[in-house]
């Protein structure tokens, strides 16, 4: 397991070792001991969540204020490209945002810890999205920051017109959402 920070310290990249032969490959996709040797603390998931999407389809940037969840996702079909903006109030790096893309020719997970909205969007023709999360899904507390606010300035990298669902489009700008302490 190799992991590199992002511009946001606490967002990581993971990339997982392949053992590959005339048959294919092998990877372990989560190993706890090397998880907490690697990144440090006890880290549970409670919860795998898999989505399939098309092109263009953008999800998030979702987070929970209450209950909230860290991430780790990866990308087993296809290519998106995937973010996380900075939703702690007391953060150096408050508002800002990471992304890169994942697909399912590098294997390369990224870590999400509580306190960030996430989302991404499908670059490939359709794609499958893996993630764990540390705490269940609560609708109650899922809150959703707009993908086009110019105060975040995320630079999405393609010039699809985004497939969004209702609640997606009317996510809150960062200066009004409800974010971490």
Known sequence: MKV???????????????????RGFFLES???????????GDVQFVQDNHSHSRRGVLRGLHYQVQRPQGKLVRVVRGRVFDLAVDLRKSSPTFGRWAGTELSEDDHIQWWIP?????GFMVLSE???FLYKT???????????LIWNDAAVGIRWPSDLEPILTARDRAGALLRDAEVFP
């Open 114 to 118: 509580a306190g960030f909205a996430h």
């Open 134 to 144: 540390t705490d269940y899904y609560a609708p109650e507390f899922e809150r959703c």
């Open 4 to 22: 590199t920070q992002t511009s946001l310290p606490d967002v990581l990249i993971i990339e997982l070792e392949r053992f590959h032969d005339d």
């Open 126 to 128: 359709s794609a499958d």
């Open 30 to 40: 989560w190993n706890a001991a090397e998880f907490a040797k690697n990144i440090g």
